[in-house]
């Protein structure tokens, strides 16, 4: 097993047991960038907060 399987495998547990946290944490993530950036990257933000929700979401589903 590799270090990076070991990180994803440690990841998808947080993300189970504290999703909620983390997808706040991501919403936190992108407005402090917003905010440094002075919005200039807000829709590619945006984007990625979205894509970021959208999995914590999935793997809650999936049961991890």
Do not use: C, P, W
């Amino acid at each position: 097993m590799s270090v990076f399987d070991n990180i994803k495998g440690k990841a998808e547990e947080l993300i189970g047991s504290h999703g909620d946290q983390v997808k706040d944490g991501i919403e936190k993530a992108g407005d402090f960038v917003d905010e440094k950036t002075d919005g200039r990257f807000q829709d590619q933000v945006d984007g990625l907060q979205q894509a970021g929700s959208d999995y914590v979401d999935g793997q809650a589903q999936n049961g991890q």
